[in-house]
């Protein structure tokens, strides 16, 4: 059974820096797309950054001058760090891991970030 | 990149009435569509994939069709576990959207 297990978030102030991680347990981490979605207050799903299995990374547009997706294979885990925080950063962040075209797909429970002063 | 529009954006219907609900690709993204389905307080789950595919143990009720830009996610015979959040997502490329989500509530 796959799980992903998330920790870090918590309440921030503007221009910290947001660290999560994700423990992935199931299946081995070199493999797979790893990859981190949020959601803010009352809104949608938008995808902040991911990692194929090649090793190649992609990240939103929007934010990737503030982020960046590691994987420690070692350990069995992957890591988001956002730089310089805003209240727009405020939302709660999901770790992901997927094959969608084989329909595998794992979700972590999820973590509250509030970026506030 | 693929901007991923949803319609209706509610759905309010009774238990056993079909739900129809439209994803629209702003350009091709060939099979590479995903639906998943989101409850209050929980992470989404993964109903479909390559745009008619289900996922393993999602009920018969659901189904998806479509390709290039116009995908639909059909709900046969509602019933009252089904009232949640319902996004498609492109996979094609990056990067990854997902669309603004319908909302189905169940009378």
């Known amino acids: 059974q796959v799980q992903l297990q998330q920790w870090g978030g918590g309440l921030l102030k503007p221009s910290e820096t947001l660290s999560l991680t994700c423990g992935v347990s199931g299946v081995p981490s070199s493999d797979y797309f790893w990859s981190w979605i949020r959601q803010s207050p009352g809104r949608g799903l938008e995808w902040v950054a991911e990692r194929n299995p090649d090793g190649r990374v992609g990240y939103n547009p929007s934010l990737q001058s503030r982020v960046t997706i590691s994987i420690d294979t070692s350990n069995n885990h992957f890591s988001l760090t956002l730089n310089s925080v805003t209240a727009a950063d405020t939302a709660v962040y999901f770790c992901?891991?997927?094959?969608?075209?084989?329909?595998?797909?794992?979700w972590g429970q999820g973590a509250l970030v509030i970026v506030s002063s | 990149e693929g901007v991923m529009t949803q319609s209706p954006g509610t759905l309010s219907l009774s238990p056993g009435e079909r739900a129809t609900l439209s994803c629209r690709a702003s350009?091709?993204?060939?099979?590479?569509v995903a639906w998943y389905q989101q409850r209050p307080g929980q992470s989404p789950r993964l109903l479909i994939y390559?745009?008619?595919t289900r996922a393993t143990g999602v009920p018969s009720r659901f189904s998806g069709s479509g390709s290039g830009t116009e995908f639909t996610l059909t709900i046969s015979g509602l019933q009252s576990e089904d009232s949640a959040v319902y996004y498609c997502q492109q996979y094609y490329w990056w990067p990854v959207t997902f669309g603004g989500g319908t909302k189905v509530e169940i009378k």
């Open positions: 992901h891991g997927s094959w969608t075209s084989q329909g595998r797909d794992w």
């Open positions: 390559e745009a008619s």
């Open positions: 350009q091709s993204v060939s099979g590479s």
